[in-house]
Each structure stands twice: as C-alpha cells, then as structure tokens.
C-alpha cells in the first residue's frame, strides 16, 4: 500500500491528516476528498470566497505529496492558454532553415506530386510533440505519477470553456488532431475546481463532478481554524474575535469578512500585542477585515454594540 492510499484509506484518516497540516476541515469536506480519490472524479468546489476552495486543493496537494498544477480562470481563456499551443517561433524558424535548404530537400523529386509530397513531410514534422507546448491541462495528464489540478474559479470562465473541459473530466484524455489522443498516465490527475457562484455552472459540467459546498464556518469550528493556523493567539482572544466577526457576517455589507481575513485579523491583532477587543483597536484595524469604505462606514456605528457582545458572551 502506497502512502497516499494508506492516507486515503478512510475519510476519519484523511480528516485527520488535514488538521496534521493545520487545514480544519468538516467531515463533509473528508468525504468529498476520500471520493474524489478513490472514484476519480473531480470536484466542484462552491461557497463564497475566502472559505478555503483553494487552500483545499493546495492543502491536499501537500498532504499527498504531489505537484499542484493551476490554472487560474478568466474570461476569454481558451485551449491554446488551458490545454496546448504550437510553439509557433520555433516552426517559423525550422520553416526559415527548410526555406535555405529547399534545392537539398527536393533532390532527386520527380515532378511536382512527388515535390509536395516530400514538402508534406516536413509539414507534419512540425506540428509534432517536439513542436508542442504543453499548457496546465495537458501537463496534469503527462504526470507519471499523477498530481493535484486546481481549475480556479472557474466560473469566470465562458460557458466554450466548459465544453474544451468536458473530454478532460470524463476521461482523463484530451484530443490533439495533429498527433491523435493523449491519456492520462497511470495515475490521473486529482481534479478540484473552484467557483464562487459569480455565474450558473452548466449541468454538463456539473454531471462529470462531484459536488461540494464550503460555506462559512460556525463559532466552533472558526476558532479551530484560527488555533490551527495562528496558535500563538490568546484562546480568550481568539473567542472574542470570532464572535464578532461571526456577528459582522449577519450585518448588510457588500463583502462579509471570509475566513482568510479572520486569520489575517487574528495575525494583526498579534502583532499588535492585543490582549482584548477595545472599540478603538477594532476601528484602527477594521480595514484588514473590511474591503470596501462604504462598509467600513456602516460598521463604525456599530463597533461598540459588537465589541461589548464579543466580550461578554461565553
């Protein structure tokens, strides 16, 4: 049994390997990962962003020991970015070497067929693997020994580049007409795709993968979080901070503070030699938690009630 099976062997096995590489996860996202191993079938990963979609896929890649390839989405993203490209300088200078050395090549050619035939061959010649440039899609099915693919968010990209992924999801396979069908090698890739729900995923996509919802933490399980990753913090700190930003995320704002901004508030507060939440030391580093003014605005008058809550609560 390898290493990455005895980690797979069972979804409390893979959970508790997450939080051995500080990533608390529930037993919904344990499940989701031990599938997506041992059915090989990608993930589509939604929720809000800030709620660790990404981490997830890098976090796995660690935990497994494999390489993790990306592709970051975005719109207009096609096959010659995701998949493959021909490496167009290098043909156009074998084009200008095959130009000098045109009279060599066509020596002893009888007659013009016999002229383009031998012309033809070198034109196959240069849309070859030694021509090809491989993009992440590609790559992540030329690993020998498999690797971790993250399709970052996915939704930013056209609904034409969901159907260049469809082949990829279903087989592990991609279709070159130059050079025929590439497969996966032994191992496929562990695919994880990311989406903040800016737009409708199509249900062809949807069908390929398994699904999984990362929705914002409870008070529980965001302090484990925040232990796992700033372990220095007072724990009396650490609860206090929590609740309000649990509270803040009931608010009307046009970005809710995600987990990575709570650990980034947990880091400034320690910086910072904090002790406990004052209304003065929340209105100074609001901005780290909060992302747009108008938000900041709104909240200030709000500091004292949700200050005052933080520290009586229990």
């Known amino acids: 049994m390898t290493d990455i099976e005895q980690l797979a062997a069972s979804v409390d096995s893979l959970k508790d390997s997450f939080e051995g590489h500080r990533y608390i996860c529930s037993n919904q996202i344990a499940t989701a990962v031990y599938l997506a191993y041992h059915l090989r079938k990608p993930v589509l990963i939604e929720g809000p962003p800030g709620v660790g979609k990404t981490e997830l896929a890098k976090t796995t890649a660690d935990m497994f020991a494999l390489p993790l390839i990306r592709l970051q989405c975005y719109e207009g993203l096609d096959e010659a970015k995701a998949i493959y490209e021909w490496k167009y300088g290098k043909q156009l200078l074998y084009t200008q070497v095959l130009k000098e050395t045109l009279d060599e090549v ?23 693997e030694e021509f090809l440039e491989p993009r992440p899609l590609l790559k992540a099915l030329r690993e020998e020994h498999g690797c971790v693919l993250l399709i970052d968010e996915v939704d930013k990209s056209d609904h034409e580049f969901e159907s260049l992924l469809l082949e990829i999801l279903s087989d592990f396979q991609v279709s070159i007409p130059e050079i025929g069908t590439v497969k996966a090698h032994r191992e496929p890739p562990i695919v994880f795709l990311t989406s903040n729900n800016t737009r409708e995923i199509s249900d062809a996509l949807k069908r390929r993968c398994l699904h999984l919802y990362i929705p914002f933490p409870d008070a529980d399980l965001e302090q484990r979080i925040i232990h796992a990753r700033v372990p220095d913090i007072p724990p009396e700190l650490r ?26 508030w947990a880091r400034t507060l320690l910086l910072l030699h904090t002790e406990s939440l004052d209304p003065e030391l929340v209105r100074e580093t609001l901005n780290v938690i909060l992302k747009f003014q108008e938000d900041i605005e709104n909240v200030d008058a709000e500091i004292a009630t949700l200050t005052s809550h933080a520290l009586k609560v229990r």
């Open 106 to 128: 066509l020596q002893g050619a009888k007659g013009f067929a016999e002229s383009v035939t031998r012309l033809h061959e070198f034109g196959d010649i240069f849309f070859s």
């Open 239 to 264: 609860r206090q901070l929590v609740t309000f930003i649990q509270e803040l995320r009931d608010l009307d704002l046009k970005k809710v503070p995600a987990i990575s901004e709570t650990i980034d």
